[in-house]
């Protein structure tokens, strides 16, 4: 199983980015998918997750309204859209999915925002 999240970089606050999360290695279509961060300093947060066929989503309350998950199984990608970003959501952002009963994780992409 091998994870592979870009799309990071340093925006101003309002802009927008786009993440991408490559799997490999297994039946992506076959499993959810979730999205965490982890700022400096603070523990990992859950940010969105999406059911494994796409029709089920779910996010923490600080982002709902800016962000959405979605998931293109044809291309073993899953996406994390994020509109109007803040500084607070400056950290460092992580694919993950659980593959029989273990948990594997992406090395993860930084998102800096900053005026």
């Known amino acids: 199983v091998q994870l592979v999240e870009s799309g990071g970089g340093v925006v101003q606050p309002g802009e927008s980015l786009r993440l991408s999360c490559a799997a490999s290695?297994?039946?992506?279509?076959?499993?959810?998918m979730t999205w965490f961060r982890q700022a400096p300093g603070k523990e990992r947060e859950l940010v969105a997750v999406i059911s494994n066929s796409g029709g089920a989503t779910n996010y923490a309350d600080s982002v709902k309204g800016r962000f959405t998950i979605s998931r293109d199984n044809t291309k073993n990608t899953v996406y994390l859209q994020m509109n109007s970003l803040k500084p607070e959501d400056t950290a460092v952002y992580y694919c993950?999915?659980?593959?029989?009963?273990?948990?594997?994780w992406g090395q993860g992409t930084q998102v800096t925002v900053s005026s």
């Open positions: 290695g297994f039946t992506c279509s076959s499993y959810a």
């Open positions: 993950t999915t659980v593959v029989s009963r273990s948990p594997y």
